[in-house]
């Protein structure tokens, strides 16, 4: 019973996000899309921080490089396709790369290494201004034709977070997913049992740098322009808040939270400038008050109203 | 079954184990014991490959297993349990257990659907062991008995050949020691499972143990049947002190 | 290349590194004994410049009142540091690292907008006071007397840092919780104030760090940003929670960037992380690890 109203809800909520231009103005339309394409993104970051365990600071390198990738390729040689595959495709070859020195280390020390590989890749991708366009970046990309109204890129927003999302929701719950979980937990309990940790972690890491690829191109479709800055620590920062406030112990939280800091900042900035200011407040309240997020605090209290029902019973 | 050949860690200046060796014999239950900081814990971290010993090897079944990666030395047939249950604390039971039958079964890089071979053996040893009621439960809201039987069923469900098991009854209920013993002699036997065991409490290691090794301060003190170690006036004085 | 110009480079070097140094103490202290990446330290720094400021403006232009502020501004830090751990962080202590590394972030975000309410977003400067404006004549060219006060600063925090960590009790117990925390808890040993300590000496080495920076950079609300990057850095080279490896590596930092800019004027920002990811790579505990 319960499973099927859950899906029922999913269904209609799926069906207001694809007739919303209908109904909605093109700034709302706007935001919703950056919603899609952050809130793909944060799934995709959360894949290693929530259930792998690993401190990735970040997983801004990933959207970035990817997002430059094809919007260098189709600059240079047009071809809309091949510039859609590349950015992916260079996205798990920095991820492999990365990986692989990434999984010889653990806790704080990976964590570390994530921000001084990340850094390193910014500060080329910045400094390099006959090839990447520097500090400016590249402010048009072009699209191809079948995204030429604000209609049609939202609508491409939100099926790339669909499929993706379904693809990610599958994968947590594989039996791959439940070894990154163990892994993540305990990783000398995970070796106890056979589990080769470093590959599970690797596997782990190229996959989540996939699908941070995909929302690079989302990120292409949304902004239609590139710059260092998404690239840039802070980026990352931003988007480990979001995984966190919304609750990294669940798969839902990263897309709640998201779509809660987006709303929160997108309103506030028409009232005043400190939206860092409102930020940092909800994430000190989350850390301090909800560790386990929006999510996991529902989750918490329905579980705890269920349990007292029972218990009166 | 597994040999230990001229074994010795330090760790900086403090020597924890020196020129140790001694044979596990395959089939029996076989115990360690020797009071705290006698490097009981070091040893199983080396049998188990999370420490490289300085010097000596250690063999299974005549194959060099020393220095190998705790993955691989686990998929050779050395399972193992942990002293404070260590597990994977927000899976639920079953799902602890579901791992170690995933990897067991080759299904490790499966990314979509669901493995129901590993869910109905996981079934399977829930309900000999008598944890259905905790099936679903997340290990951090289980009890410590629960954890530590879960310890025994995941270490089972690596389908091991030699059994590591650090204090077993450590933390336990005296009343339930027993239940326990059971347990694991009814494993050993019908199973042909080795068991290698520490353990500070004696007579639950005369009333199970056919083979007893005592280590004190890193050294090997005695090695033989339990009724000669209760004999042996080395074991004595560890145990009861210099007068007795 | 003459030899006096290279000797004069190295000087400078020196000095920033011991100014990188007086930064990167405090953040491997925390790291070593907390075992958190504390994001806030670079805001520190900033509160510190922006303290030096007001100080300042109250104090006068005076040799001793530049000295006077410094003081007072990374005292003010410290204090807020102080805060900082005993109404937010201490709640965190025994939850996952995360959570308390987010908590520091998330003061980033409040420390950065905070500033801009109560200072301005107007970049403010501090002028170099008498003692220190000028140049001595030192190998056949001119340094700046200004790098001296990164050399005393930096030599000052060394001093002071290794009376702490082996002079007093609670610093021998940082050290033990910095290699062995678990010892330290099985011996029963609260560690509480140990955190508190290093988080609160943390503090004043960020806010001395900005007080001093203060006459050389533009005081702005995003001043924290990149110098904390660079910083960590300094931390991961010298081995996380390894004050003498800070020391070294903070050297080496500050002599490379000297001399990076003459030989590699266009990616010397990329080879700090090069550096590092290298060090990470090989030597994982550091550049003194064995």
């Known amino acids: ?245 919304g609750g990294i112990y669940t798969f839902a939280g990263p897309i709640v939270g998201s779509a809660v800091i987006i709303l929160i900042t997108t309103i506030a900035s028409q009232y005043m400038e400190y939206i860092a200011f409102v930020l940092g407040i909800i994430l000190l309240v989350s850390v301090l008050f909800m560790p386990d997020g929006i999510v996991g605090f529902i989750k918490k209290r329905i579980g705890d109203g269920i349990a007292a029902n029972k218990r009166y019973q | 079954m597994l040999q230990i050949k001229d074994i010795s860690k330090s760790f900086e200046k403090f020597l924890a184990l020196s020129n140790l060796s001694f044979d596990v014999p395959e089939g029996k239950i076989t115990a360690l014991i020797g009071p705290n900081g006698a490097g009981k814990s070091t040893l199983f971290n080396i049998i188990s490959g999370h420490l490289r010993p300085e010097k000596g090897k250690i063999v299974l079944k005549n194959k060099d297993i020393t220095g190998l990666s705790p993955h691989i030395i686990s998929s050779l047939g050395i399972g193992r349990t942990f002293q404070i249950p260590s597990l994977f604390p927000k899976l639920t039971v079953k799902e602890n257990i579901m791992a170690a039958y995933i990897v067991r079964n080759g299904k490790t890089f499966k990314f979509f659907g669901i493995d129901r071979k590993s869910e109905m053996a996981a079934d399977s040893i829930i309900d000999k062991m008598n944890l259905s009621e905790v099936s679903n439960t997340p290990v951090t809201s289980c009890s410590y008995g629960v954890g530590k039987e879960l310890e025994i069923a995941m270490a089972m469900a690596t389908n091991p050949k030699l059994l590591l098991m650090d204090e077993p009854t450590a933390g336990i209920p005296k009343t339930e020691v027993g239940n326990i013993i059971e347990k694991i002699k009814l494993l050993c036997e019908l199973e042909h499972i080795t068991v290698f065991f520490t353990e500070h409490d004696i007579s639950f290691v005369l009333s199970i143990a056919s083979k007893i090794v005592v280590l004190n301060q890193g050294e090997l003190i005695f090695e033989g049947v339990p009724k000669e170690a209760m004999e042996s006036s080395d074991v004595k004085e560890i145990y009861l002190g210099k007068d007795a | 290349m003459d030899l006096s110009i290279v000797a004069s480079y190295l000087l400078i070097g020196i000095s920033r590194g011991m100014f990188y140094f007086v930064l990167a103490a405090g953040l491997t202290l925390i790291l070593g004994v907390l075992k958190i990446i504390n994001f806030a330290h670079g805001s520190l720094y900033m509160l510190g410049a922006f303290f030096m400021y007001t100080f300042i403006g109250i104090a006068g232009q005076g040799t001793g009142a530049f000295f006077l502020s410094a003081v007072m501004a990374a005292i003010t830090v410290g204090f807020i540091s102080f805060i900082i751990e005993q109404m937010l962080l201490k709640h965190l202590y025994g939850k996952e690292h995360l959570m308390q590394m987010l908590l520091t972030y998330s003061l980033v975000l409040i420390f950065g907008d905070s500033v801009e309410m109560i200072w301005g977003t107007d970049y403010y400067t501090v002028a170099m006071p008498k003692l220190l404006s000028g140049s001595y004549h030192i190998f056949g060219t001119y340094i700046s007397k200004f790098y001296l006060l990164f050399l005393i600063s930096g030599l000052l925090t060394v001093v002071l840092l290794w009376l702490y960590m082996y002079k007093t009790k609670l610093g021998k117990i940082a050290r033990a919780v910095a290699t062995n925390r678990s010892m330290v808890e099985a011996l029963g040993i609260n560690a509480d104030a140990t955190f508190m300590y290093a988080f609160v000496i943390g503090g004043v080495l960020a806010g001395l760090g900005g007080a001093i920076a203060s006459p050389a950079v533009n005081i702005t609300s995003q001043m924290g940003d990149s110098i904390i990057i660079k910083v960590f850095l300094v931390v991961i080279v010298g081995g996380l929670g390894n004050i003498w490896g800070s020391l070294i590596a903070a050297i080496i930092f500050g002599i490379s960037e000297s001399f990076g800019v003459l030989i590699f004027p266009r990616f010397e920002i990329a080879f700090p992380f090069a550096i590092a990811a290298i060090v990470l790579i090989l030597k994982p505990r550091g550049i003194l690890s064995k």
Not at chain 1, 44 to 71: D, E, W
Not at chain 1, 90 to 101: D, R, S
Not at chain 1, 126 to 135: E, L, Q, R
Request: net charge positive; hydrophobic share 55%.
């Open chain 1, 1 to 245: 019973m319960k499973f099927n109203r859950k899906v029922y809800i999913l269904l209609i909520l799926i069906a207001a996000a694809l007739t919303a231009p209908l109904v909605l103005d093109s700034y709302s339309i706007l935001v919703l899309s950056e919603i899609f394409v952050t809130a793909l993104f944060a799934l995709s970051l959360n894949l290693v921080l929530g259930y792998g365990g690993m401190l990735q600071f970040h997983q801004a390198v990933f959207l970035g490089v990817s997002a430059y990738s094809y919007s260098l390729f189709v600059l240079h040689s047009g071809s809309f396709i091949i510039g859609i595959v590349l950015g992916p495709a260079v996205a798990v070859i920095f991820g492999t790369v990365m990986g692989v020195f990434l999984v010889r280390l653990s806790g704080i020390y990976f964590g570390m290494l994530t921000i001084a590989l990340g850094q390193l890749v910014w500060a080329v991708v910045f400094k390099w201004y006959s090839f990447t366009g520097g500090g400016n970046g590249i402010p048009s990309v072009p699209l191809p034709g079948f995204l030429s109204t604000s209609t049609e890129r939202y609508e491409a927003t939100l099926i790339i977070f669909l499929i993706s999302a379904f693809a990610l929701y599958k994968i947590v719950n594989s039996p791959f997913g439940l070894l990154l979980k163990a892994t993540g937990q305990n990783n000398t309990r995970a070796e106890s049992i056979s589990v080769n940790t470093k590959v599970v972690r690797l596997t782990g890491i190229v996959l989540s740098s996939f699908f941070a690829g995909i929302s690079g191109i989302s990120y292409v479709i949304y902004s239609q322009s590139v710059s260092p800055d998404i690239l840039y620590w802070k980026n990352s920062a931003e988007i480990l808040v979001a995984c966190l406030v």
